[in-house]
């Protein structure tokens, strides 16, 4: 039994009689209707002011709370759900309901002023024993905390990228079921400067030593038996920790032959200002391979077992092959292609002789310069006959060719020397009537235009005892040279052959220049 009293500043009081323990009042509202469907107000409580001066909005219900039927009624169910109603310049409506799964729906925002800090799934300001989601955007002013060993973070609506915590290890990204490539971790700078993102690993320890590793970035796969290797790696570490002297290195390491994983190239700081030092290969059967040039601008090659005085020459396989140091006042000499040291012959430790050979040679004119060996092939020769020249018996042609080292660069006195003989071999064509060869000395530069109007010659000798009027035949020469034989540093060499006849049978030579420094 309960009382109900008017009280004039309170309203009315409801209040039970029963003062036993546990003996609450109850106010039930009650529908007297027989049957009900969904969406049927069961009762209600209202909140108004119906005599607010301000009229208008301000009559209106400003607040209710509503039992509603979420289904119709039967037998074995009375689904409803309690809606909650309030009013900004409306009548009240519903803002707030608690089904009656006990699922509840707000149309606003929850704020929960309680600062209690989260430190496990049971605590916090808000706390669910369910899963929690979200269809927008997770902002936390601080920490994210992922208590299991085993926690994802998935991405993507087929949850195909996942970021996956491995205990006591790290992280892993994985790509499921993704086209090859994937996945990738892109570092992204949009800023419009001359800065670019940069991937810091941070070694923050105690006690630096030298040798302490900074940061590894290794490359695992697995072999055909399904055993999982380290087939490359980097790894930068400390080379030198000492205040003001701070050094590092850089290693990059593969797996040889064996799976060890083995350091192919080292950049290591020096002990000096400005000094990087660089190591490639591992052990002696490595090959490191240059496509381009390989530029020395300061200092020198070191390989390894090479002496003051070595040279180095590319061998038939492409290989720098060292040639040791020679004897004082050898030469060197070249058996087929390889080079060699050998005892200069002939004359005193000051000559040199230049030795003109192997070379093939046709003329176009008359009087025409040519560098000397020329093209490669054959030993050399000339013709007394070209196509548009006229021959008869009285035609004498003359071709002078300027003398070249080996390399095909024209042989320049580096410093005043003499020239002291000429020796040659010449077979003659069969129409070769007459063959004569004089050397000159010469300044200037030869014109391959068939002119001589940038060469100024001075004939060193009144012609090589080498003519003869027999067709056909081997001629050996050896003419002393005395006359304006002497040559001044950047005075080059000129040869002359003349013939006549009207043959054009061809006349090869072998030529041989003797002379010593001055």
Same mark, same amino acid.
């Given at each position: 039994?309960?009382?109900?009293?008017?009280?004039?500043?309170?309203?009315?009081?409801?209040?039970?009689?029963?003062?036993?323990?546990?003996?609450?009042?109850?106010?039930?509202? $009650?529908?007297?209707?027989?049957?009900?469907?969904?969406?049927?107000?069961?009762?209600?409580?209202?909140?108004?002011?119906?005599?607010?001066?301000?009229?208008?909005?301000?009559?209106?219900?400003?607040?209710? +709370?509503?039992?509603?039927?979420?289904?119709?009624? *039967?037998?074995?169910?009375?689904?409803?759900?309690?809606?909650?109603?309030?009013?900004?310049?409306?009548?009240?409506?519903?803002?707030?309901?608690?089904?009656?799964?006990?699922?509840?729906?707000?149309?606003?925002?929850?704020?929960?002023?309680?600062?209690?800090?989260?430190?496990?799934?049971?605590?916090?300001?808000?706390?669910?024993?369910?899963?929690?989601?979200?269809?927008?955007?997770?902002? *936390?002013?601080?920490?994210?905390?992922?208590?299991?060993?085993?926690? #994802?973070?998935?991405?993507?609506?087929?949850?195909?990228?996942?970021?996956?915590?491995?205990?006591?290890?790290?992280?892993?990204?994985?790509?499921?079921?993704?086209?090859?490539?994937?996945?990738?971790?892109?570092?992204?700078?949009?800023?419009?400067? *001359?800065?670019?993102?940069?991937?810091?690993?941070?070694?923050?320890?105690?006690?630096? *030593?030298?040798?302490? #590793?900074?940061?590894?970035?290794?490359?695992?796969?697995?072999?055909?038996?399904?055993?999982?290797?380290?087939?490359?790696?980097?790894?930068?570490?400390?080379?030198?920790?000492?205040?003001?002297?701070?050094?590092?290195?850089?290693?990059?390491?593969?797996?040889?032959?064996?799976?060890?994983?083995?350091?192919?190239?080292?950049?290591?700081?020096?002990?000096?200002?400005?000094?990087?030092?660089?190591?490639?290969?591992?052990?002696?059967?490595?090959?490191?391979? +240059?496509?381009?040039?390989?530029?020395?601008?300061?200092?020198?090659?070191?390989?390894?077992?090479?002496?003051?005085?070595?040279?180095?020459?590319?061998?038939?396989?492409?290989?720098?092959?060292?040639?040791?140091?020679?004897?004082?006042?050898?030469?060197?000499?070249?058996?087929?292609?390889?080079?060699?040291?050998?005892?200069?012959?002939?004359?005193?430790?000051?000559?040199?002789?230049?030795?003109?050979?192997?070379?093939?040679?046709?003329?176009?004119?008359?009087?025409?310069?040519?560098?000397?060996?020329?093209?490669?092939?054959?030993?050399?020769?000339?013709?007394?006959?070209?196509?548009? $020249?006229?021959?008869?018996?009285?035609?004498?042609?003359?071709?002078?060719?300027?003398?070249?080292?080996?390399?095909?660069?024209?042989?320049?006195?580096?410093?005043?020397?003499?020239?002291?003989?000429?020796?040659?071999?010449?077979?003659?064509?069969?129409?070769?009537?007459?063959?004569?060869?004089?050397?000159?000395?010469?300044?200037?530069?030869?014109?391959?235009?068939?002119?001589?109007?940038?060469?100024?010659?001075?004939?060193?000798?009144?012609?090589?005892?080498?003519?003869?009027?027999?067709?056909?035949?081997?001629?050996?020469?050896?003419?002393?040279?005395?006359?304006?034989?002497?040559?001044?540093?950047?005075?080059?060499?000129?040869?002359?052959?003349?013939?006549?006849?009207?043959?054009?049978?061809?006349?090869?030579?072998?030529?041989?220049?003797?002379?010593?420094?001055?």
């Amino acid at each position: 039994m309960g009382i109900i009293t008017k009280n004039t500043t309170s309203g009315l009081i409801v209040k039970s009689e029963n003062t036993g323990d546990n003996k609450p009042v109850y106010l039930t509202i $009650q529908t007297g209707e027989t049957t009900i469907i969904a969406d049927e107000v069961i009762g209600e409580v209202n909140f108004q002011v119906p005599d607010e001066a301000s009229g208008t909005d301000a009559l209106l219900v400003a607040a209710g +709370i509503s039992a509603v039927a979420e289904d119709t009624f *039967a037998n074995d169910a009375n689904p409803t759900k309690l809606s909650f109603k309030t009013a900004a310049s409306e009548a009240a409506a519903e803002k707030m309901s608690l089904s009656s799964g006990g699922n509840l729906t707000l149309a606003g925002r929850i704020i929960i002023d309680d600062a209690t800090e989260a430190t496990s799934t049971t605590d916090g300001s808000l706390q669910t024993d369910g899963g929690l989601s979200v269809a927008k955007d997770v902002v *936390a002013g601080n920490d994210l905390l992922l208590l299991s060993d085993s926690s #994802v973070i998935k991405f993507g609506e087929a949850s195909e990228i996942t970021l996956t915590h491995a205990a006591d290890v790290g992280l892993i990204l994985e790509a499921n079921g993704l086209p090859a490539g994937a996945p990738n971790f892109t570092l992204k700078n949009t800023n419009a400067d *001359a800065t670019g993102a940069r991937l810091i690993f941070l070694k923050d320890g105690t006690s630096v *030593a030298d040798n302490d #590793v900074i940061g590894n970035i290794d490359f695992v796969s697995e072999d055909d038996g399904d055993n999982a290797h380290t087939y490359a790696s980097i790894v930068a570490s400390v080379s030198d920790m000492t205040g003001g002297a701070e050094g590092g290195k850089l290693t990059f390491n593969v797996a040889e032959h064996d799976g060890t994983v083995t350091a192919g190239l080292i950049l290591a700081d020096g002990d000096a200002d400005g000094e990087i030092d660089v190591t490639i290969g591992a052990g002696a059967n490595s090959v490191t391979t +240059i496509a381009g040039d390989l530029d020395v601008p300061n200092g020198g090659l070191n390989l390894g077992s090479d002496a003051s005085g070595d040279m180095y020459y590319r061998n038939g396989s492409g290989v720098l092959t060292r040639i040791a140091v020679g004897s004082d006042n050898h030469v060197m000499t070249l058996d087929g292609a390889v080079p060699g040291w050998e005892a200069a012959s002939g004359g005193g430790d000051n000559e040199f002789h230049i030795a003109i050979q192997g070379f093939t040679y046709s003329h176009t004119s008359n009087t025409y310069f040519r560098t000397i060996p020329g093209s490669a092939g054959g030993i050399g020769y000339w013709t007394t006959a070209e196509a548009g $020249q006229t021959t008869n018996a009285t035609d004498t042609l003359t071709i002078d060719f300027q003398l070249a080292g080996p390399s095909g660069a024209t042989f320049i006195a580096p410093a005043a020397c003499t020239i002291t003989e000429l020796r040659g071999y010449i077979k003659t064509g069969s129409g070769a009537d007459i063959l004569t060869a004089r050397l000159y000395k010469a300044t200037g530069t030869d014109d391959e235009t068939g002119t001589s109007d940038a060469m100024t010659a001075t004939q060193m000798n009144a012609g090589a005892a080498i003519s003869a009027a027999t067709n056909g035949k081997c001629f050996t020469f050896s003419e002393s040279i005395s006359a304006n034989n002497s040559l001044s540093a950047g005075d080059s060499l000129l040869l002359g052959f003349s013939a006549n006849g009207t043959s054009t049978q061809k006349n090869y030579f072998t030529i041989t220049i003797r002379g010593a420094w001055s």
